[in-house]
């Protein structure tokens, strides 16, 4: 009990993954400490004005950046008169990491979004030090990660229609967090479009 | 005269300084001398030791290359230590590692040898004579008895040969673990990250090994040989080089010199190498 | 006190184990089983050789009339598939030992009856016997086992038919638990691919459409054309995002015509 790896502590996953106008991001609800579940209702998406960031990793540290993001998303907003862009947040979310590089926040965020202007769907992950990984098909975090990025890599095409990279998604994080004793209890998936946003819950194992 | 025979043949005091202890954690013997009984005598560190051993396959044979140097930590202890030993008529083995443990190998493999050629006389059945595959297979039977026993031999070895009854080259490793693999090029040590990518571009499959001349594999091991030189600190310019051939057999030279070097890259080297200052 | 001085010896200990990477993966389907592995070897971050083999073959003598029939069989239906994965020399030296296991019991299982006994044998039968592949696990536990207290460092897969010619696989821990299972990976890109078998082969997650998520997708057998794309998948994926596993893929595949092999290359990066 003494020393423990603060990362996967609370548990969890996110996977984002990019399709043909939209872009999805997914979480499961768990938040636990170690073995023992503490909350079924815990979503690790938060979403700023049409960004979607997902958190995994220690809680409280997850809960801090949220809200220290959001503060600077409303300066943004507030200086800029206007939305942030999903790329942009990324930067900003990677200096606000890397400005604690020697003691930092034991979150890795998950970006996802569509680029106002172009259109084009935006994914990108990070370290828990802020390095950008601004991949072009998927992006995964969290205590299950080994087994999210089996499953996508095995799963995932590019330029799926919404309703195809809804099912992708779902079944890349239910099978993987079902393989993961600290994730699962209840998952959200984000499907992001050019006109709708639709947040569904899916069913899932409750062990 | 120093009359504890523990300083007996090694570097003196007034020649080399006092030796550092702290260096490579030696432990001090002196000391255990007093400390008495059950002290662990199993090879827990190499003291003298052989860099790299490489080698690679070709159409009909092998080329197989090591230097020869025994090093005591940083000191250029022993420089006439050959480390590529004939066994029987097709067969060499490269040893790296500890020096004391390889010369124990080198006793059992001339027993080896020794036993097989009374079975082979003109008195005796013709037993099978010894095949690079069978001293391998020896060899790693006895370093994964000895790892499991906690008291390895601590080498590396690389046997090469041509099997007498079929011609086929033969290469294959095993190390102080009991790990053993086979593969077109082989090398132990410093080597593996120096030599291999070398060897790997001339043939990086068996296929490919099977379409190498003896003239490109000797060029590939000479030229790892010197690049080796170049970076490996625990090397000598002075080495030994083999070539087992299924058509000529055994050509074994023990003094090659890396030749045709160029330290002209080395003015340009300062602190990690990656600065320009 | 400083620990160079003598009154205090360091303890630097040997380690006898190291870890070589690469993948392991059992699917068993109706009447045939696969085994597959990945056939790199590798250390730290060096790779020692792009092709060893971490599956053998435990096969009864193939017959001549075997080969005729298709000439790339390489083991009977009787064979059992034996695949490790981890430390390589245990690996090897579980390996062996299971087969000099083998050979005995089939030896002592075939050997005749002394003579003035034959009576012992009642219906005269010739029968050759095998090791049933349920005796063969309970005779890995038992090796594993007896190294309880300096294990074996590997992940053991079995794979080859049962007593009713089903397909089957067994898996086993380090120290001899073990399972039989309908699929199983092991090794360094086992939690990569053991969900997508979940999923793809359990049917793990997968609901009837149109049902409200209510009714399961009934499991069903797998054909072994579909099992092979599932290997091939697999493997091409975790070479993709793990780097002890890539250079080839040997899958072996045992049905009721005997063993047979597939070698395909994978990225070598």
Redesign the interface.
Known sequence: MSQQDPSTINGGIVVAMTGKDCVAIACDLRLGSQSLGVANNFEKIHQYGKVFIGFTGLATDALTLSADLKYKHNLYKLKENRGIQPEVFANLISSTLYEKRFGPYFSTPVVAGLSEKTGEPYVAGFDCIGCIDAARDFIVAGTAS??L???C???YEPNLESEDLFETIS?AL???A??DAISGWGAAVYMITKDKVTKTYL?TRQD | MNHDPYSWGRPSDAMYGQYNNAIANAPNTLEHHSSGSNFNENTTRPIVTGTSVIAIKYKTGVVIAADNLASYGSLLRFQGIERLHKVGKTTVVGISGDVSDMQHLLTILDQLEMENNYDNDEYSDNVDELQPSYIFEYLANLMYHRRSKMNPLWNALIVSGVDSKTGKPFLEYVNLLGVKYASPSIATGFGSHLAIPLLRKLADSEEEAAELTLEQAKKGIKDSMKVLFYRDTRSSKNYSLAVIDKDTGIAYDNNVDVEDMSWKFAKDITGYGTQRV | MSPQHGSQPIQHQFNPYSDNGGTLLGIAGEDFAILASDTRQSVDYSINTRLSHKIKVISPPVTKEMKLESTDIVGTKNSVLFGTNGFSADGDALTKAFEENWKWYVHDQNSNVETGFEFLNENNEEKESFMSMQSAARNVQHLLYGKRFFPYYVHTILAGLDEEGKGCVYSFDPVGSYEREQCRVGGAGASLIMPFLDNQVNFKNQYIPGTNSTERRKIEYLSLDECLKLVKDAFTSVTERHITVGDGLEIFIIDKNGVRSEYHALKKD
């Open positions: 080994d087994q990025f089996g499953m890599e095995a799963l079944q239910l099978n993987a079902d393989r069913k």
